[in-house]
């Protein structure tokens, strides 16, 4: 039980942009190469993250992306809930493709879709601000200026 | 995010088992038949409730596979957290792996530990027996009868 890459590099570029000055705008190249992870990959994730709102693309010559919203209005588990190109947890979370013959009898569905939900809320109890106090920003923004393009 | 078939075929034999009469033992032919999945990676996922005490295996012609406990004394989020081969959410919960370069400075482990915790939390509410009700073991071995070698 993983997040797809899809959910983890948005939480990713949702960071690193967190830790940029108010105004500052990133490129995809700047943070792929900061965290050593594809470009490709990630720009089809900040194309997700703008359809959801989170993140503002500019074009141009001097483009590039920033946040959308404060960081204290960005929920985590909001974040994981809208990004996760998978949430089902198993085969029969999706009717179209299910080929478990069960499933009329059985009750662990409601169950699994349970603990998704709680699993969900705890996250919520967090908004990206709560990992970008003072201390850990200019850390993340250290370890960012050393590994960035 | 999805849990691996590992777990996911765990589950399903242990509905399985819980259906049949006690004493009664099962074959991983039946099971994988009954499923319409494949019987050599059930035989794997069989293994692994061994190990784990879920089910006993006996061997010989006649041998098969039982539950080794009381359904009312197998919590879902114990199996689960037992079977499930990877819950390694983001790869940075296992430091051999991960390549992140922020992990030292980055809050977010922990915080997706903390919501990995209340997911099974909330699957511990249940047992096996929850889902084993007289009408649903009716319906369930039904469906079995029909689908199964």
Excluded: W
């Amino acid at each position: 039980m993983q997040l797809t890459l899809h959910a983890d590099y948005a939480l990713r570029v949702l960071l690193y942009l967190g830790t940029q000055a108010t105004g500052h705008i990133a490129t995809t190249k700047q943070i792929s190469s900061s965290y050593g992870i594809s470009n490709d990959h990630l720009v089809r994730v900040v194309r997700t993250l703008k359809d959801k709102g989170y993140v503002e693309v500019t074009a141009g010559r001097a483009g590039g992306i920033s946040l959308a919203r404060e960081p204290n209005r960005i929920r985590l588990g909001d974040v994981v809930q809208q990004v996760e190109t998978n949430l089902q947890i198993v085969e029969c979370f999706d009717p179209k493709t299910n080929t478990c013959p069960i499933v009329a009898a059985c009750q662990l569905k409601p169950i699994l879709a349970e603990a998704l939900n709680v699993f969900l809320e705890a996250l919520n109890k967090y908004t990206l601000a709560d990992l970008l106090d003072d201390r850990r920003r200019t850390r993340l923004a250290r370890i960012f200026a050393a590994t960035g393009a």
